[in-house]
């Protein structure tokens, strides 16, 4: 559905007031893509609402109606998550952006789906507490619920599915419900809020959540390690975790991606397989601890460099280049377009699955970066070339298959925080098989119409 019929404008512009729903060309091309390569179809409209009473009621519409529905946050998610695939109606929930309700005592925080990380942080942080889930990217809550996204303090404190207490949805067809409660725990029939976490907006839409927070450590430590080869340092990462060393964050970068960051930030990294590790504690004293053990078990594996009690400055200047890795990619190869593999494989195989990818990218000739969340066993490989091309696209696309058939033969997963969108369909029947129709049945039940972000998680028939 590329384009409204005049009464159908006439309908959605009833449910909210006339800035908050629009045809013109700009927005809906601005709600084509995210900042994947991944394009849709255009979408016939945008709508704002700004309440669950709204959502229910244009729901309940474009059900009766068949309009395809479809979710939208920020826009940063990297598998064309939020894409139109049949045009019809973007809901763009970025203006429902009231953080409701801060209870420090109970470490909670109530939030609308369009509430950014950052914000709830800056706001939380008043209270001394923080929601740690980090994507790098400036995230929407919302949007974080759909994708389950994660990050890189992993490791140490979960992913987003962790965090999330209660949830009010709004179903295809409009009817509204409620998961989960404010106790911190329960074991009372079906976890429904686990089962709209990660679901990338093809059940419901989530239009308030209750959220864990936690305590802003007191004291960080950030250790750099370098070593003269890559399985090194991916042996090294294992051990660290074998230990129970419990790194707040575990960071795997590789020469050529040190390189790029280098060169565009000036962070003077030595450009050798490196691991960068920040830890939380409560006392300075406990840290120095955990980092002298730290060299130790990293000495034993190969390092050759051991820099301890980085300064906050650098270590804001590191992590802020960390974050920035993917456009530090993207702004070294103009003209280019990004395939991000996103896969996730248990620690005792992180090695192997580091030293399989390296050798695959060097193998192919491809321009390639290799990094990852390594401390939870989470895999990226920016690949990098032209999608209309269809050679070197397709050598791209053939590297991201054997990568992702690699970490599900390992006991993985074909993304450990990206989601699926469209970009990882093709490989949901090779890491799921019989649970994979099961999937489909839940979204026959809730949604029999497969009008809620359609050409998400499933292929279109």
């Known amino acids: 559905m590329e384009e409204f019929t005049a009464d159908q404008i006439a309908a959605l512009s009833k449910f909210v007031s006339s800035e908050r729903f629009s045809t013109g060309q700009s927005s809906r091309e601005l709600h084509l893509h995210d900042i994947s390569a991944h394009r849709g179809l255009i979408p016939a409209g945008i709508i704002w609402p700004v309440s669950t009473e709204e959502i229910s009621k244009i729901l309940t519409w474009t059900y009766d109606?068949?309009?395809p529905v479809t979710p939208w946050g920020a826009g940063t998610s990297t598998e064309g998550n939020p894409v139109p695939t049949r045009g019809g109606l973007v809901m763009d929930l970025t203006r429902m952006d009231k953080i409701i309700e801060i209870r420090p005592r109970d470490l909670q925080a109530d939030v609308q789906p369009g509430v950014l990380r950052k914000e709830l942080n800056r706001q939380?942080?008043?209270?001394?507490?923080?929601f740690p889930p980090d994507p790098g990217a400036d995230a929407t809550i919302g949007g974080m619920i759909a994708n389950n996204a994660s990050g890189v303090q992993t490791v140490k404190y979960g992913a987003t599915k962790d965090y999330v207490m209660k949830l009010t949805v709004v179903l295809p067809g409009g009817n509204i419900i409620h998961t989960g409660c404010k106790a911190h725990k329960s074991s009372s029939g079906y976890d429904l809020s686990r089962l709209f976490v990660g679901s990338e907006g093809t059940l419901g839409i989530v239009t308030e959540a209750t959220l864990r927070l936690t305590g802003i450590p007191s004291h960080h430590l950030a250790v750099t390690i370098s070593f003269s080869q890559l399985d090194e340092a991916s042996q090294a990462v294992a051990i660290m975790i074998g230990s129970g060393l419990e790194p707040?964050?575990?960071?795997?970068?590789?020469?050529q991606l040190i390189?790029?960051?280098n060169r565009e930030n000036n962070i003077g990294l030595p450009e050798a397989p490196t691991l960068f590790c920040e830890f939380h504690g409560i006392s300075a004293a406990t840290l120095q601890e955990t980092a002298d053990l730290t060299r130790e078990l990293c000495e034993d594996c190969g390092a050759t460099g051991f820099k301890s009690g980085v300064e906050a400055n650098e270590r804001a200047q590191l992590w802020r280049a960390r974050h920035e890795a993917w456009e530090t990619i993207h702004r070294a190869h103009p003209g280019k377009e990004t395939l991000i593999v996103d896969a996730a494989v248990p620690i005792s195989r992180y090695p192997e699955m580091i030293i399989f990818s390296q050798k695959l990218v060097d193998d192919k000739g491809a321009a390639g970066y290799i990094f990852g969340h390594a401390g939870d066993g989470n895999l990226h490989v920016v690949l990098v070339g032209?999608?209309?091309?269809?050679k070197e696209w397709s050598l791209l696309e053939d590297i991201n298959t054997r990568v992702v058939t690699r970490a599900v033969q390992l006991g993985g997963t074909c993304t450990g925080e990206h989601g699926i969108g469209i970009g990882k369909r093709k490989f949901m029947q090779l890491e799921h098989g019989d649970s994979y129709q099961l999937m489909r049945r839940i979204k026959d039940l809730i949604d029999p119409k497969g009008l809620l972000n359609p050409g998400k998680i499933f292929m279109e028939p």
């Open 65 to 67: 109606q068949n309009v």
């Open 124 to 130: 939380a942080g008043q209270q001394g507490l923080f």
């Open 248 to 255: 707040a964050a575990l960071e795997l970068l590789t020469p």
């Open 386 to 390: 032209d999608p209309d091309n269809e």
């Open 259 to 261: 390189h790029l960051m």
